[in-house]
């Protein structure tokens, strides 16, 4: 079976399936004594019985630990989960495990219930879950890396404290008017070398807590931004889950672009904190920029552990290990770090909860933000959802009163929302696919010396290449799709599969040199937009002009200085940034979301389309956002524009209601490829047959073919799920995903099961 994606003919370990057998249909009688169950990574549902090592005193063993052991030919790195005393395998067919690798568990055991609770709901193997909770070393059986503290931070100590130690403690004060010299923080070797015989003096310091040493480039800063004094909506907020944090209860925060939510989330953290209890906050990825992490830390004076898949693997570790051992008491990361291990946790913050990254779409696909509740309750602690456009689900929780409700609004201080307006652009002249009005409406706001936005989710300089002799289209050889292309390096690119070429000069089918873009991306909004406005500097942003690490942030340190007065940009530009010069936004194209065979999209579109605006006017002028549409009297658009994201997300939902599509029903997914569609038909068929005999409560549709059949050579085919209670699809899916490894059509594609899938295809 390749569960894990393997190509076809490719078995993860020629051992594994032989060895499984061995364990599900050996019965020969139970043995007793100390059984190990293990965790490994592969493709198996249940856990592996091992007897312990030979030489290790079996009192020393607990749950979380790792051991090598032999599996197959080869050994490898598993995790104990359970000690147990029978097991259904005879003694004489159990192998014993080579060695124990950890002293102490890296896992506790509240942490492994909660991650074996994750496999079971997404049907994904638990060595798989468990392991994947890893840093990479550790998966590999390495010893973890020694943490070395190379950092000093000053903890916030009041001046007159500081005064004080003048005469008392000289030394001390030495030291930390030194470290306020530096700004709060300083590396522990440049304070050896100014400072060669002071240790004692900084162990004195760290002693009353005043100064701490730590790892990474935290920078605690001594002087603390104040509070901002709260709005009486955000007070409110603040105060309703206050008095809620011993125990297990869901808010959503659903808050107004530039409401300030996050002041809310800094507050009730304050409180946590306070209490030695740690928080988590997960963002999208891409909203976790250095400002924020540095707004973060210098607004908290904690000490913070940052997770994101941009992390060297020693990074990783080392931000894993300080919130493993409760030394970050923030955990502040993206998806993934919801399995992040911290003891004491006492609040979870999901920022912009509506966001699709938050669902992982490959391998262990699960959502981060459902399982940021599921991991609250567990704790025992509050989590609060928040967003400017909640997701239909959770509104729909809201409604039902499973979540409170906080509302904000009002932007804070002096900001106001921005006015939202549709222009029609059937039938007018456009410029890169930009009307007359837009351009006019950019040129004003520029010569009034502010910035304005001009907002296109696609990159590339055209979508489609075409021949005007012949009707050549520029067709990725290996998707369903069309190749972007890029012109100014001149290639076609696949934006599904990576498949590229070089443009050609003239058509490949006719060698007409009648060769024509078809539609827009943002390289030729750039192009245009330089031609109108040459005076004017202007900063593109989307994946392709942002490739180094660290680049997206100096270029929004330009645009912040106010240095660019044209911001062109894909959703990169959409979330959380703060640009106080930014009045005018325009969305060159809306219609991609109104019309599509995802039922998601128009909720997609109109959760882009309150993000981006939301960059308008945050400062004290007003902001404009101008959307051109060909649809300007769809209805959802409509009640968008001219009433708010509320309005619209009702008449959705009651959309979605008379439909029978979740949040009122519930999906999963089973999804399969091959190079040829008939295998992977035949494995749904497979799937299929095996639900017939259905009990009225799982409607079963397909296998049919993905909406984009076609994907890097492989045909992609899949069977949906549908219920409308989630425990009878649970226990259909229960009953069926580890029978489907086990068939013979299983070897010959590669498969899985998404449970509450995002996209379908
Ligand atoms: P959101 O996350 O809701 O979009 P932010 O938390 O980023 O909003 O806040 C938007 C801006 O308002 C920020 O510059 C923040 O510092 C400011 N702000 C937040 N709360 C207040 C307040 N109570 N008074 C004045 N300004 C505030
Ligand atoms: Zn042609
Ligand atoms: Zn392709």
Redesign the pocket.
């Known amino acids: 079976m390749s569960y894990f994606g393997g190509t076809e003919n490719e078995t993860d370990d020629p051992h594994a399936d032989k060895f499984f057998t061995k364990l599900s249909t050996g019965c020969g009688g139970a043995v007793t004594g100390l059984i190990l169950r293990l965790a490994l990574p592969a493709p198996v549902f249940d856990l592996f019985d091992y007897l312990p090592p030979a030489d290790v005193d079996p009192a020393l063993l607990r749950p979380g630990q790792r051991l090598m052991v032999p599996f197959g030919r080869s050994r490898r790195c598993a995790l104990l989960v359970e000690l147990a005393t029978r097991s259904s395998v005879p003694t004489s067919r159990l192998k014993a495990a080579y060695r124990l690798l950890d002293e102490q568990p890296l896992l506790d055991e509240e942490h492994l219930g909660f991650l074996r609770w994750a496999a079971a709901y997404y049907h994904h193997p638990q060595g798989d879950v468990l392991m994947s909770a890893l840093p990479v070393r550790l998966r590999k059986g390495k010893a973890p890396l020694t943490p070395r503290p190379d950092q000093l931070f000053l903890l916030p100590v009041a001046e007159d404290v500081i005064a004080g130690l003048e005469r008392r403690a000289p030394r001390q004060f030495e030291v930390l008017c030194w470290l306020r010299a530096q700004g709060g923080n300083a590396r522990l070797d440049d304070f050896r070398q100014r400072f060669p015989r002071m240790r004692h003096a900084l162990d004195a310091l760290r002693k009353k807590g005043w100064v701490e040493t730590g790892m990474g480039e935290t920078a605690l800063s001594p002087a603390r931004p104040a509070p ?4 009486p909506e ?1 007070r409110q907020a603040v105060a309703a889950v206050s008095a809620r944090l011993d125990e297990y209860a869901a808010f959503l925060l659903d ?9 809310v989330y800094f507050q009730i953290a304050e409180q946590v904190l306070a209490q030695g209890r740690s928080v988590l906050l997960l963002v999208p990825e891409i909203s976790l920029t250095p400002q924020l992490v540095r707004r973060v830390r210098r607004r908290l004076a904690t000490r913070v552990a940052v997770m994101h898949s941009g992390l060297g693997e020693g990074e990783r570790e080392q931000a894993w290990q300080m919130a493993r051992r409760g030394e970050a008491r923030l955990v502040l990361g993206t998806r993934s770090a919801v399995l992040a291990p911290m003891p004491d946790l006492g609040l979870v913050l999901v ?1 912009e909860e509506h966001d699709p990254s938050y669902k992982q779409q490959e391998g262990f696909r699960y959502s981060a933000r459902d399982m940021a509740l599921v991991r609250a309750r567990r704790a025992d602690c509050p989590v609060l959802l ?1 967003s ?1 456009t909640p997701s239909l689900e959770s509104l729909k929780n809201a409604r039902a009163n499973r979540y409170h409700w906080l509302r ?1 609004t009002r ?3 002096k ?1 106001r929302a921005p006015q939202m307006q549709v222009l029609d652009v059937r039938n007018q002249v456009l410029a890169g696919g930009m009307s007359g009005l837009v351009l006019q409406a950019l040129e004003q706001t520029l010569e009034q010396g502010r910035q304005a936005m001009v907002f296109l989710n696609r990159r590339g300089f055209a979508p489609v290449l075409s021949c005007y002799e012949c009707g050549w289209l520029s067709d990725c050889p290996r998707c369903d799709a069309r190749q972007t292309l890029h012109r100014r390096r001149g290639r076609l690119i696949c934006h599904h599969c990576g498949n590229e070429r070089p443009s050609p000069k003239v058509c490949p089918a006719c060698q007409s040199p009648e060769l024509h873009p078809l539609g827009q991306g943002t390289e030729q909004l750039e192009t245009i937009l330089r031609e109108h406005f040459p005076a004017h500097p202007l900063i593109r942003i989307d994946r392709d002009s942002v490739s180094r690490k660290g680049s997206l942030d100096n270029l929004l340190a330009e645009v912040k200085q106010g240095r660019a007065g044209l911001l062109v940009g894909t959703q990169m530009l959409a979330k ?1 940034h ?1 640009f106080p010069n930014l009045t005018l936004v325009v969305m060159v194209d809306v219609d991609s979301g109104l019309y599509s065979a995802d039922f998601r999209s128009a909720e997609r579109m109109a959760q882009l389309i309150v993000q981006v605006a ?1 960059r308008a006017g ?1 400062g004290e002028q007003p902001g404009r956002v101008l959307l051109q549409t060909r649809f300007p009297d769809h209805p959802l658009l409509r009640t968008l524009v001219e009433q708010d994201y509320a309005a619209f997300a009702e008449e959705a939902l009651a959309e979605r209601k008379t439909a029978g599509l979740p949040p009122f029903t519930h999906q999963a997914l089973i999804r399969a490829d091959a190079l040829q569609a008939e295998t992977a038909e035949a494995f749904l068929e497979q799937a299929a047959r095996q639900l017939t005999a259905d009990d009225g409560q799982v409607m079963v549709w397909g296998p049919v073919p993905a909406p984009m059949h076609k994907r890097a050579g492989r045909y992609r085919m899949q069977l949906l799920l549908q219920a409308d209670e989630r425990a009878a699809l649970q226990t259909r899916l229960h009953g069926l995903i580890p029978a489907l490894g086990k068939l013979p059509e299983a070897t010959r594609v590669r498969w899985s099961v998404d449970v509450d899938p995002l996209d379908l295809y």
């Open positions: 901002h004094k709260l709005e955000q808050g107004v672009t530039g409401s300030g939510k996050t002041e920022d928040g400017a904000l932007r804070a201080g900001a959380g703060h939301g945050r």
